[in-house]
């Protein structure tokens, strides 16, 4: 369907989860949202919604899990976004989203996870992550980045971050001093050729590192105190010697990949 009546879900006072993918929407069908007032889940994936009114889920104070990906979204729907202080889990992914403004999600704070991979995304405003201060997961994976997000130090909760397959040339030093939780970040098939030597410092909480296919890359990581490494992938790179105090360094590494 691409038309939602207005009094569709009239009298459904007590509806948590609604799922509407799957159909030939072009817009939110804001009115017929109105007194949903119990929502906590809905699906708008895989439409062919452009546009979101400003009031779309102003009446969805419990909504927890929105999907809005798989749709032709040109920008981040700020405005429909402001009342969503119960938000958990946003994905936008799958839309034509080329830029992220500053406080773009500045009143999600309950938010925990957000998916913005397989966008054209070029660029982000250096705060246009700030307000989130409970995200964990981040998924800027299959974009256009050019310069390394620096809008992540606005994320002290963060814990899973996927930005590979875009094309970022360089990290810089200290670039995740303010991420102190990551366990995981993914950012393979990126022309990196540097890397800041105390990018990937201190911290302790690391699991998985995959730099594959960083192809002028040159030199080994330095990992002080990144000692819970379990695997760090640096498949197709340049760097040609290991420290010979690695394998001290890193006691519970159980894969190294460096083909």
């Excluded at 403004?101 to 991979?117: C, E, G, R």
Aim: hydrophobic share 40%.
């Amino acid at each position: 369907d691409s038309f939602i009546h207005p009094e569709a879900f009239s009298g459904l006072h007590q509806l948590k989860v609604l799922m509407l993918q799957n159909n030939q929407l072009k817009t939110v069908p804001n009115s017929a949202l109105k007194n949903l007032h119990s929502l906590q889940s809905l699906r708008l994936d895989a439409n062919h919604i452009t546009t979101v009114p400003d009031d779309s889920f102003e009446s969805l104070q419990q909504l927890r899990h929105l999907w809005l990906d798989d749709n032709n979204l040109m920008e981040v729907p700020v405005g429909s976004l402001r009342h969503q202080a119960n938000l958990r889990a946003l994905t936008l992914a799958l839309n034509r989203i080329l830029y992220i403004p500053d406080n773009a999600f500045a009143n999600l704070t309950s938010l925990v996870v957000l998916h913005l991979h397989n966008n054209r995304i070029n660029e982000i405003g250096d705060n246009c992550f700030s307000g989130l201060v409970n995200l964990e997961t981040l998924d800027l994976n299959f974009n256009n980045l050019k310069v390394f997000p620096k809008a992540i130090q606005a994320l002290p909760k963060l814990k899973e971050l996927g930005f590979h397959s875009n094309d970022i040339a360089s990290i810089p030093e200290g670039a995740f001093h303010n991420n102190p939780l990551l366990k995981t970040i993914h950012l393979y098939d990126n022309p990196l050729s540097f890397v800041g030597a105390s990018a990937f410092q201190n911290l302790s909480s690391l699991h998985s590192l995959m730099l594959r296919g960083a192809s002028m890359m040159q030199d080994f990581p330095i990992l002080t105190w990144t000692n819970n490494l379990e695997s760090l992938t640096l498949s197709g790179t340049k760097i040609s010697s290991i420290p010979t105090d690695l394998c001290e360094d890193l006691k519970v590494l159980r894969t190294l990949d460096l083909s």
